[in-house]
């Protein structure tokens, strides 16, 4: 429904009012992209190195749009661009899988499509059961930037402003 970037990541993620988690890990693309440096350096960047994201967490980005009954939760969940190099970290995806069993049980109680659920209306569950963890994303306004022009340089990603 709503694919993460990682520039998007660098920006803090989804915003604290619809956290329902807030996860770290370096972007970490662990035995290389096969032909991303020289990607890079052809569009005129000297590094693909960037900030670790401290970034808060929701479940838009693992709900399908076409199937609106379904959720992928993996290192293939609407990341795109960088995304996927942190992204790919279990314990991220467990956080993510644990709104996506939230939003399954409201949606089945209450007859919507499981692509309706908010990460909103599942943050009010985890505040009300007091499951709710702390939300500290951090916003890293220049990496962001660098990132969303890296991404948007090699087609991925979108552009931050």
């Known amino acids: 429904m709503q694919p993460l970037t990682g520039a998007m990541m660098l920006m803090g993620g ?8 807030t996860f ?8 290389g992209i096969r ?4 990607a890079a350096a052809a569009n005129g960047f000297s590094s693909i190195e960037f900030q670790q994201p401290l970034m808060n967490i929701g479940i838009r980005h693992a709900l399908m749009k076409d199937v609106p009954n379904l ?3 993996s290192p293939a969940s609407g990341f795109e661009g960088y995304a996927s190099s942190a992204g790919r ?6 956080g ?4 996506v069993g939230i939003a ?29 963890p702390k939300i500290y ?12 022009a890296f991404e948007q340089k090699l087609g991925t990603g979108i552009m931050i402003a």
């Open 71 to 73: 959720a992928v939760i």
């Open 89 to 94: 970290i279990v314990e991220y995806n467990v």
């Open 14 to 21: 989804v915003p604290n009012h619809e956290a329902l988690g």
């Open 24 to 31: 770290g890990y370096r972007f970490d693309a662990r035995g």
């Open 137 to 148: 994303g951090q916003t890293h306004m220049a990496d962001a930037q660098a990132l969303a």
């Open 96 to 99: 993510v899988g644990q709104g």
């Open 35 to 38: 032909g991303l440096r020289e």
């Open 104 to 132: 399954a049980a409201m949606a089945m109680a209450s007859g919507k499509n499981l692509a309706d659920m908010t990460n909103a209306e599942v943050r009010q569950v985890l505040a009300a059961t007091g499951q709710l």
